[in-house]
């Protein structure tokens, strides 16, 4: 490998310009010398944005063939997430892909698979998992102040939030709604904070009531409801093989007091809140909550990244794996296929 790894990025839309482009900047290890974007003027854009050192494409298979890459960062929409890392992990490369991982199951068993027989890491870009609260509550799990864990309560909750923009109403090319596109952040931070259970059986139920109307109020812009393919809202329960369950909810529309992004933890030492993040404990027969201050003030794309490249450099697993991910996106299918069944599903039958 050079002195620095040398990355290519496939789609360079919303979050590669939003979040990953700049959290580059502040990066010593790597260097952007390919981008890829099967829209020419995002290739272009991107590849200014890295003052025209890194080769604009427009096929990133072209980019995998001509330039000389360690690894690729993968921000394009779920529907092409599978191809590209699997071409990519098949070229020797090692893969950061955004969540979550794929569309489905299958999909990430194949994507888990090139990486295994490849050699090569994949990670996928979790990164709810780097906030500070997050790092702290995982520290004082793992040190067992919480006990065990044997419950947790996940929401990712928008009361009017549609995302009037890309596709991520439209199921063909998202694999579902809010459940798959937010749930996953808070359900991969809850697994991560639980220690990985293996899920045994999942129960869902999905709802489009809002979805198909015109006129719904959304602070977001009007969507077309003729292309609104997926659920507003799911609910799952998922039951884990050591006796752990955990609640979930997610939607984009939601008659709610307003919006949460949260995961609460009971454990028999403690209990846990994200939002606000508290610690609730007992202590000479009285009720404690601690509230964690001085938080330093992370940059969660700059610190996934620096992860990556980390392990990469390490030769070691990065802190969200694959296998995680596909572990994630069982529970995540689970709950659509539970909901198409009307039934609770085995984790064997997915
Ligand atoms: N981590 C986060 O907080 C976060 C936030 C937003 C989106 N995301 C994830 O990032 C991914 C992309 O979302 P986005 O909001 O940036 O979408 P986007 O639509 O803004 O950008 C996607 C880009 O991919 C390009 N593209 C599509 N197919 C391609 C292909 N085959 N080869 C190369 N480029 C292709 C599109 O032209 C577009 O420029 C999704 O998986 C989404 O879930 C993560």
Not at 274 to 294: A, M, S, W
Not at 296 to 318: C, H, K, Q, S, T
Not at 336 to 350: A, P
């Amino acid at each position: 490998m050079a002195d620095k790894i040398r990355l290519g990025f496939i789609g360079t839309g919303g979050i590669a310009r939003g979040a990953h482009f700049s959290a580059l900047k502040n990066i010593e290890e790597a260097e952007v010398v390919a981008v890829s974007d099967i829209n020419e003027d995002s290739a272009n854009k991107a590849s200014e944005f890295f003052e025209g050192k890194a080769t604009a494409y427009t096929d990133y298979r072209d980019m995998l063939a001509k330039e000389k890459l360690d690894a690729v960062d993968i921000c394009t929409p779920n529907l092409y997430h599978k191809q590209p890392t699997i071409d990519a992990l098949n070229a020797g490369l090692h893969v950061i892909v955004e969540k979550p991982v794929a569309m489905n199951v299958g999909e990430a068993r194949q994507m888990c698979e090139a990486a295994r027989k490849n050699s090569r890491k994949l990670m996928v870009a979790q990164v709810q998992r780097f906030r500070p609260d997050v790092q702290l509550l995982k520290k004082m799990i793992d040190a067992g102040e919480l006990g065990e864990i044997y419950y947790s309560r996940v929401w990712a909750l928008r009361r009017r939030g549609v995302p009037a923009w890309g596709v991520f109403i439209e199921k063909d090319k998202q694999g579902g709604g809010p459940m798959i596109d937010i749930g996953v952040h808070m359900l991969d931070t809850a697994l991560y904070l639980m220690g990985h259970p293996k899920p045994k059986a999942i129960s869902g139920q999905t709802y489009t009531k809002f979805g198909n109307r015109e006129g719904v109020f959304n602070p977001w812009g009007q969507w077309d409801p003729k292309k609104y393919t997926v659920e507003d809202y799911a609910t799952g329960l998922v039951r884990f093989e050591d006796g752990a369950t955990l609640s979930i909810e997610a939607s984009f529309v939601a008659n709610i007091q307003k919006d949460a992004m949260n995961v609460t933890l009971l454990g028999t030492e403690g209990g846990s809140d994200l939002e606000p993040f508290k610690i609730y404990t007992e202590r000479h027969n009285r009720l404690i909550e601690e509230t964690p201050v001085n938080l330093p003030g992370v940059n969660g794309y700059e610190a996934e990244l620096r992860e990556f490249f980390a392990a990469i450099l390490e030769d070691r697993d990065p802190l969200v794996t694959g296998e995680q991910a596909l572990q994630t996106q069982i529970i995540l299918d689970g709950v659509y296929k539970s909901s198409d069944l009307g039934r609770e599903v085995q984790v064997s039958e997915l």
